[in-house]
């Protein structure tokens, strides 16, 4: 069973910077890239950034560019978003994702993490 588990989540004021997590572990799936993605209550889920795991190729959302790095480090199968100069509309539940096709960028993803809690206060 894989899983991929969030942390980093919490409450920062307007301007400040988070960290946020995603660790990968079991089976057999062996994934090309991973995705974070972030969903308000009553909106679409909205992706953020994407970074391949061989190359580190890395694609963002236009509303985090400059703002948002995504990086990983292979030997601990995880993936990092650090999030700089949030603000309170980057205020969201943050999910990230696998994908095993090497389409780039990826357009569907496989397996889906619990998602972590980013709340921005003005």
């Known amino acids: 069973q894989v899983q991929l588990v969030e942390s980093g989540g919490g409450l920062v004021q307007s301007g400040g910077s988070l960290r946020l997590s995603c660790t990968t572990s079991?089976?057999?799936?062996?994934?090309?890239?991973i995705g974070w993605f972030r969903q308000v209550p009553g909106k679409e889920r909205e992706f953020v950034a994407t970074?391949?795991?061989?190359?580190?190729?890395?694609y963002y959302a236009d509303s985090v560019k400059g703002r948002f790095t995504i990086s990983r480090d292979n030997a601990k199968n995880t993936v990092y978003l650090q999030m700089n100069s949030l603000k309170p509309e980057d205020t969201a539940v943050y999910y990230c994702?696998?994908?095993?096709?090497?389409?780039?960028?990826?357009?569907?993803?496989?397996?889906w993490g619990q998602g972590t809690q980013v709340t921005v206060s003005s």
């Open positions: 994702a696998a994908v095993s096709a090497s389409s780039w960028p990826p357009l569907e993803y496989d397996y």
């Open positions: 970074i391949t795991w061989s190359a580190g190729w890395t």
């Open positions: 079991g089976g057999t799936f062996s994934s090309n890239a």
